[in-house]
């Protein structure tokens, strides 16, 4: 039809519309004229908006996955460059803003809440659980579980030493005690290079732990056998949130939406192929998002435009495609002396944070965009990971619950689901490693690391 | 002063001659930020250290860019006259301090006799502009116009 053929002309110079429309309705048989509606091509807020309509046709219609993420992405534009191991002070609360994430202290009650299930701990999968909440009960800040946690707790003592043969906290120590002697005593290094200190000591200690760990407790959790560890993979995830006006340039005066893109290389990732239970329901609020109201270049953040991408970590046709936990290692610029010798002891844990929440954000949004979720369909099921972030001698763990992906101006109007993160401040796992042997090994640390790969969905 | 030796009391301070002026930003900035133009020649650990030893503020960090000052203006020989350049320092305090620069031309509140003088005033410039415009019922035309 001429019109068509017209329009496609037309609309051929923006790279959004190189191919024909395949959005407009057909001609309902009893009306004689065709519908009346905006222009394509104007330069008009209607045509915007019926570009922007044509546009979330095509992405819901796409065909396959590898499409949607494609035509998601189409569009290169300047965006800011998020790190999740950053320098810049107070990132954690920038970044909570920039992902609708809502923080909070300590570890989730799941372990306490099994325990309180399982009164007599009866099962052996939940009499582990109870030993688990006899140790983390001093631990983290859990209001509303030590209530049920003390009447347990009488019974835990002998329930935990009949679970003592499922879960050997001396074998697990030995394991990790091993692991941490062969790298740091018993191995001849050289010297380590400069700035490379991370590389040569601690980042082979937690491949090792971590694979070790991992292969010893497949017996116990069904789902670690099915997994697939990836060394050094890269996380890629890409969105806007917020609104700016174009400052410099040939699009001065435009209002944009906030780009953003993450990519991070995690040291160790461990993706299942099902999904971890979910740890409070969709649409709780557990507390504000803080609100930055200049520009993100201040943190300071800094723009370029490249490749849009999402990735977990493996492609879209890999059946892990869920994520279980991720293991981050502090690079030598972010190290707890560096901080301590520049007074800046509350960034320490800001470091931790701000990694943690940035990097489960991009892992646990691409996930979902691999299964076809995006801003215009946002998740119908929260999805959670795990990430545990680590300088070789100080371990903090984090939980994240990633309930909407919505974060566009048009989105987040009417959303109000937030992201949550679980997360603990950094505790060390040992002392010092001296004349062949660990002192002052800590087994609280190395238990909430087996509840971390023990965390399995509720049918297994 | 006695001669210095080495390891003996340092009894003169030598302050540097650089200045720092603190200055509004243009843009909003995050609340722990305070915006300086300071001399060409300082680097940021100058300035860490001149602010925490003089002034005793305690700096967190502390970023430099160098605004380059436009040679576009001409003067009366149609010569190009350079505004100079100058640096501009962004500094974030430490423990969790705040800044806003205040405002240093804040309203005066206006007592009686002002505020009945501004209204004296006001409308008597009223007055003046009814007179000069003419007859309403002319609509706008001037009064030599006419027979």
């Known amino acids: 039809m001429a019109a068509s053929r017209g329009r496609r002309l037309l609309w051929h110079g923006r790279c959004w519309f190189s191919q024909t429309e395949s959005g407009v309705p057909s001609q309902p048989p009893d009306s004689l004229y065709p519908p009346i509606v905006a222009s394509a091509t104007a330069k008009s807020k209607a045509a915007k908006r019926r570009r922007l309509e044509h546009f979330n046709q095509r992405?819901?219609?796409?065909?396959?996955?590898?499409?949607?993420?494609r035509l998601y992405g189409q569009l290169q534009r300047p965006k800011y460059m998020l790190y999740p191991q950053t320098f810049a002070l107070n990132a954690d609360r920038w970044y909570r803003s920039f992902t609708k994430t809502v923080f909070v202290p300590g570890l989730p009650p799941r372990a306490a809440a099994a325990a309180a299930k399982a009164p007599g701990a009866v099962a052996p999968e939940a009499a582990e659980t109870p030993a688990g909440a006899a140790g983390v009960a001093?631990?983290?800040?859990?209001?509303?579980?030590?209530?049920t946690a003390a009447p347990e707790a009488a019974k835990s003592p002998e329930v935990a030493a009949a679970a003592a043969p499922y879960l050997d906290m001396g074998e697990l120590r030995s394991l990790a005690c091993d692991a941490l002697l062969q790298e740091s005593f018993y191995q001849n290094k050289k010297r380590p290079f400069l700035y490379r200190d991370q590389d040569h000591t601690p980042g082979p200690f937690l491949t090792q732990l971590v694979s070790t760990l991992a292969a010893f407790l497949c017996g116990r959790n069904p789902l670690l056998a099915a997994s697939s560890l990836d060394l050094k993979p890269e996380v890629n995830y890409y969105w806007h949130h917020g609104e700016e006006v174009v400052v410099h340039g040939h699009r001065k005066g435009r209002v944009d939406p906030v780009r953003f893109q993450i990519d991070d290389n995690p040291h160790l990732q461990i993706r299942v192929p099902k999904q971890l239970p979910e740890i409070v329901p969709l649409e709780s609020d557990l507390g504000d998002v803080p609100v930055i109201d200049h520009k993100p270049s201040k943190l300071p953040l800094f723009k370029k435009q490249y490749e849009n991408k999402v990735y977990i970590g493996s492609k879209v046709a890999d059946p892990c495609c869920y994520g279980h936990t991720q293991f981050h290692l502090i690079p030598d610029k972010l190290k707890r002396e560096r901080f301590v010798r520049a007074n800046l002891e509350d960034q320490i844990e800001v470091v931790y944070r701000a990694n943690g929440i940035a990097s489960l954000f991009a892992w646990t949004a691409a996930q979902a965009m691999y299964q076809g979720f995006w801003n215009e369909a946002d998740v119908t099921r929260p999805f959670v990971s795990q990430a545990v972030v680590t300088d070789g001698k100080y371990f903090a763990f984090f939980c994240?619950?990633?309930n909407t992906l919505a974060l566009t101006v048009e989105t987040i109007q009417n959303n109000p689901r937030k992201n949550i993160c679980w997360g603990t401040d950094s505790k060390p796992l040992y002392d010092v490693v001296e004349d062949g042997s660990v002192k002052g090994f800590n087994?609280?640390?190395?238990?909430?690391?087996?509840?971390?790969?023990?965390?399995?969905?509720k049918e297994l | 002063?006695?001669?210095?030796?080495?390891?003996?009391?340092?009894?003169?301070?030598?302050?540097?001659?650089?200045?720092?002026?603190?200055?509004?930003?243009?843009?909003?900035?995050?609340?722990?930020?305070?915006?300086?133009?300071?001399?060409?020649?300082?680097?940021?650990?100058?300035?860490?250290?001149?602010?925490?030893?003089?002034?005793?503020?305690?700096?967190?960090?502390?970023?430099?860019?160098i605004q380059y000052g436009a040679n576009n203006k001409r003067n009366h020989k149609n010569q190009r006259v350079k505004k100079p350049d100058y640096k501009v320092a962004y500094v974030q305090l430490g423990q969790g301090q705040t800044f806003q620069f205040p405002n240093l031309f804040p309203d005066k509140e206006q007592d009686t006799e002002t505020r009945s003088f501004d209204d004296f005033r006001n409308k008597y410039m009223e007055r003046e502009k009814q007179r000069q415009k003419g007859d309403p019922r002319r609509g706008g035309v001037p009064d030599w116009f006419g027979l």
């Open chain 1, 400 to 402: 994240y619950q990633l």
């Open chain 1, 138 to 147: 001093p631990e983290a800040a859990k209001a509303p579980e030590p209530g």
């Open chain 1, 59 to 69: 992405v819901h219609a796409a065909a396959s996955i590898e499409e949607k993420l």
């Open chain 1, 443 to 457: 087994d609280e640390v190395l238990l909430q690391l087996v509840r971390f790969l023990l965390n399995r969905p």
């Open chain 2, 1 to 65: 002063y006695p001669l210095f030796q080495l390891g003996g009391p340092q009894l003169r301070i030598f302050r540097p001659n650089f200045f720092m002026l603190a200055v509004r930003p243009g843009v909003p900035q995050p609340e722990d930020t305070v915006q300086f133009r300071v001399s060409m020649e300082m680097t940021k650990v100058d300035i860490k250290n001149y602010l925490e030893k003089i002034y005793n503020v305690p700096v967190a960090a502390v970023r430099t860019r």
